[in-house]
Each structure stands twice: as structure tokens, then as C-alpha cells.
């Protein structure tokens, strides 16, 4: 995957993350966002270490060209709301090398 493609569709699930984070609970069913937010992050968990900490840095240079304040500022707390920058690495070990 070239460097160009990953800091794309980090920006965008980023910015997406973040518009749905800041939607207005009549426009969007909070307990949907929850399930939808569960699933992303259930994901992200299965990702190495090393590879949710590249992520999460993506995230954060995403957030640092985001335009609007109130966008930058929920972008930068993505990594931190789907826990990309834990060090627990065996919270999904099922047992099988990668």
C-alpha cells in the first residue's frame, strides 16, 4: 500500500469519525454511532502495536491540517478514543502467530 493511499483513508476515516462524533444526537441515533464506533474499534484493536501507533500518528497529522478548530480538535482525540496507543498487544490473541 503506498504511503499516499494509507494517509488518505487515515485523513478520511479520521474526518469521518470526527463528523459523526460531532453530528447532532436528532440527526444521528447516538446507540448507532455507539455500535458503529464499537465495530471501527474492535478492528483497529486487531492491529499490531507498531501498526495502531503509526495509525494514531496518521490521525494526528490529519487533525493538524484540518481547518477547522472544532474538527482538529476532536481529530486529535480519535487515536486516544479508539485506543490505538495502548501497549496491550494480547487483548486479541487468539492463539494463532501472525
Known amino acids: ?3 499516499t493511499l494509507l494517509t488518505t483513508l487515515a485523513a478520511t476515516m479520521a474526518q ?3 463528523a459523526i462524533d460531532l453530528t447532532d444526537e436528532d440527526d444521528v441515533d447516538p ?3 455507539t455500535t458503529w464506533f464499537e465495530d471501527v474499534a474492535d478492528n483497529l484493536g ?3 502495536a ?3 501507533h ?4 496518521l490521525f494526528r497529522e490529519a487533525a ?3 481547518t477547522r478548530p472544532e474538527f482538529r480538535e476532536a481529530m486529535l482525540e480519535v487515536p486516544e478514543n479508539f485506543g ?3 501497549d496491550d498487544d494480547d487483548r486479541y490473541d487468539d492463539g494463532d502467530a501472525a
Not at 54 to 57: I, K, N, Q, T, Y
Open 1 to 3: 500500500m503506498s504511503d
Open 16 to 18: 469521518l469519525v470526527t
Open 31 to 33: 446507540d448507532l454511532a
Open 46 to 48: 486487531r492491529l499490531s
Open 50 to 52: 507498531d501498526d495502531r
Open 54 to 57: 503509526r495509525l494514531a500518528a
Open 64 to 66: 493538524m491540517e484540518e
Open 84 to 86: 490505538l496507543e495502548d
